[in-house]
Every structure is written in C-alpha cells, then in structure tokens.
C-alpha cells in the first residue's frame, strides 16, 4: 500500500520560512517523480515544483521561483519542499504527489496535505 504522508505545516509570519517533508512508502521512489501541490481557501489546486525521479531536474510555478526548494533524499525516501520568503499567499494546504512521469499532468499517488498558514 503506498502512502505518502506530509509534515512540516505549520504558522509563520511573512518572511519566514518552513520546511515540509514527504515520506514515501509502499513504492520504488527512485523511479517516481514527486511533487508539491497545494490548495488555497477557495481555489482550486495548483502546481508548485516538481522533482525527476534522481534529482536532476526539477521545476516550479512562477510565483514561487526563487523562493521554493524542491529536493529529495533516495536514502530516506522523503522529499522536501524548502520555502523560504514566505507570504500571505503562500497560505495553503500542501500536498505530496507521486508520479511515474516527470512534470506530468496526472499523479499516481497522493498524501493528506499539511496546513501551511502565512500572516501578515
């Protein structure tokens, strides 16, 4: 059974920054690309980076270029979302997703989200 279960949520002022992880199990995670999504009050989900199955590639929605981090750890089986330069906007819940296609439009797998809440 695959599972993939998010933590790191939590609440920080504008500016700060957080660190959410995604433990994968029940999967080959080397073979998955992962991905950060999220979903803010009232609107639909949305893109925010992707990682290729080794690490070597990775993308990110424009709004969080150069703010956001996407990396992984094969060892661990986790993937990080680094997000630093936080803004009110941010203020989301936080999803996992894994997929056997880079950058894909469809997930394979998904976790419960994690709260992240940015004030002003």
């Known amino acids: 059974q695959v599972q993939l279960v998010e933590s790191g949520g939590g609440l920080v002022q504008a500016g700060g920054s957080l660190r959410l992880s995604c433990a994968a199990s029940?999967?080959?995670?080397?073979?998955?690309?992962m991905g950060w999504f999220r979903r803010a009050p009232g609107k639909e989900r949305e893109f925010v980076a992707t990682?290729?199955?080794?690490?070597?590639?990775?993308d990110y929605t424009d709004s969080v270029k150069g703010r956001f981090t996407i990396s992984r750890d094969a060892a661990k089986n986790t993937v990080y979302l680094r997000m630093n330069s936080l803004k009110p906007e941010d203020t989301a819940v936080y999803y996992c997703a894994a997929s056997i296609n880079y950058n894909s439009d469809s997930y394979d797998y998904w976790g419960q989200g994690t709260q992240v809440t940015v004030s002003s």
């Open positions: 029940g999967l080959t995670f080397r073979r998955f690309s």
């Open positions: 990682i290729s199955p080794l690490g070597g590639r990775t």
